[in-house]
């Protein structure tokens, strides 16, 4: 009787061994398995976009194109597309000595400084903040729309009329342009502007082929943003 229960107790102890141990583990894996899984699952990994489509900001160019220093925003100067870089050739070398008194409280396309280098486009389009001296010393103050990179107001720079275009305003007379003739036009989506062939018109806009687009494209730009070049 004695060996009987002898036996039963080791019987027992190994088999309270076996599931105190083995079983332990399997556990234990199954436990940090699941822990893995649960992880990857709540933290995937981040997808990218379309290769070649920059997001928004209309330029990459870290110099402001200005007559004097002024910090520069990131992003603002190159359209929302991945074609080759523009050079900026200008049609006209005489520089307008005034400008009309309708811009001094509106929109105008600033003008880049064409012995800078880099920037793309003719010019991009700013809002005029404030103007000081008379005449030909009058000189304008005038900020980029757009936000920085950080989220500060646009940069602002001191300039004279003659880098200054203005932007008819809204409900203002607009100009017309024939098929074929060469213009000044917002490329759509940024603040940038470029030269461009009338191909065409609607109500409220032009059908524009853009100096040095691919494949011949074509796109609507809005009336008050398509401008005759000066000079021409």
């Given at each position: 009787?004695?060996?009987?229960?002898?036996?039963?107790?080791?019987?027992?102890?190994?088999?309270?061994?076996?599931?105190?141990?083995?079983?332990?583990?399997?556990?234990?894996?199954?436990?940090?398995?699941?822990?893995?899984?649960?992880?990857?699952?709540?933290?995937?990994q981040p997808r990218t976009g379309p290769a070649g489509k920059p997001r928004k900001r209309k330029t990459e160019s870290d110099t402001p194109a200005s007559d004097s220093p002024?910090?520069?925003?990131?992003?603002?100067?190159?359209?929302?597309?991945?074609?080759?870089?523009?050079?900026?050739?200008?049609?006209?070398?005489?520089?307008?000595?005034?400008?009309?008194?309708?811009?001094?409280?509106?929109?105008?396309?600033?003008?880049?400084?064409?012995?800078?280098?880099?920037?793309?486009?003719?010019?991009?389009?700013?809002?005029?903040?404030?103007?000081?001296?008379?005449?030909?010393?009058?000189?304008?103050?005038?900020?980029?729309?757009?936000?920085?990179?950080?989220?500060?107001?646009?940069?602002?720079?001191?300039?004279?009329?003659?880098?200054?275009?203005?932007?008819?305003?809204?409900?203002?007379?607009?100009?017309?342009?024939?098929?074929?003739?060469?213009?000044?036009?917002?490329?759509?989506?940024?603040?940038?502007?470029?030269?461009?062939?009338?191909?065409?018109?609607?109500?409220?806009?032009?059908?524009?082929?853009?100096?040095?687009?691919?494949?011949?494209?074509?796109?609507?730009?809005?009336?008050?943003?398509?401008?005759?070049?000066?000079?021409?």
């Amino acid at each position: 009787m004695e060996n009987y229960e002898r036996i039963i107790n080791k019987y027992s102890e190994e088999e309270r061994a076996i599931l105190r141990d083995e079983p332990a583990d399997v556990i234990k894996n199954l436990e940090i398995l699941i822990a893995l899984r649960s992880a990857s699952e709540a933290d995937p990994q981040p997808r990218t976009g379309p290769a070649g489509k920059p997001r928004k900001r209309k330029t990459e160019s870290d110099t402001p194109a200005s007559d004097s220093p002024t910090t520069s925003m990131a992003d603002k100067l190159n359209r929302l597309k991945s074609s080759t870089h523009r050079s900026a050739s200008v049609s006209s070398n005489q520089a307008r000595e005034a400008v009309s008194v309708k811009s001094e409280d509106g929109e105008v396309v600033f003008k880049h400084n064409k012995k800078q280098q880099g920037v793309e486009g003719e010019g991009i389009q700013c809002i005029i903040k404030s103007i000081a001296g008379e005449g030909h010393k009058k000189r304008y103050d005038v900020q980029d729309p757009e936000p920085s990179e950080n989220g500060e107001e646009g940069a602002v720079y001191k300039t004279s009329a003659a880098s200054l275009i203005p932007i008819p305003q809204v409900g203002a007379s607009l100009p017309s342009f024939s098929v074929g003739k060469q213009v000044l036009a917002r490329y759509p989506d940024t603040t940038t502007f470029y030269r461009a062939e009338v191909m065409g018109s609607k109500k409220d806009v032009y059908r524009l082929k853009f100096e040095g687009e691919e494949d011949d494209k074509e796109m609507d730009v809005d009336r008050r943003f398509v401008l005759d070049i000066p000079g021409k």
